[in-house]
């Protein structure tokens, strides 16, 4: 397959968190009586790049790192794991894992563009328009 593209060097590190994670918090957000609450997401964790390239396997290339990009980004969690009791709770090894071990259900999906886009959202918004 076609080798990676990392932006910099890859040792930057990102706060990955698997989306049954984010769906769990959503739902846990949804669910407090506490109203007008802001909640950071992540794992708590921050990974390399590199890591990620490493854990998916495969050739790299390196293209210049883009100016403001910031080496490390990352989540304060402990809001959410306080008041709502919310913790991650696959690790960044099992999250690539699953996506890995899913990679062939989704490598012929279709893939979206402006006309398919336009065309499988066409009368999406027909019967919200003003009535005469």
């Not at 293209?63 to 709502?84: F, M, N, V, W």
Request: hydrophobic share 35%; charged share 20%; with cysteine.
């Amino acid at each position: 397959g076609k080798p990676f593209t990392v932006v910099g060097d890859g040792s930057q590190s990102r706060d990955f968190l698997y989306v049954s994670d984010v769906a769990r918090a959503f739902l846990a957000a949804a669910e407090t009586p506490k109203t007008g609450r802001i909640y950071n997401l992540g794992a708590g964790n921050p990974q390399t790049v590199n890591r990620l390239v490493q854990l998916l396997g495969g050739d790299v290339v390196y293209i210049p790192k883009r100016p403001g990009e910031p080496d490390c980004t990352h989540a304060d969690i402990s809001r959410i794991s306080s008041e709502l009791g919310w913790k991650p709770q696959l690790s960044f090894e099992e999250g690539v894992a699953r996506i890995v071990a899913n990679i062939d259900y989704w490598r012929n999906a279709p893939l979206w563009d402006s006309d398919s886009i336009a065309k499988a959202t066409k009368t999406w918004f027909e019967f919200m328009t003003p009535q005469g």
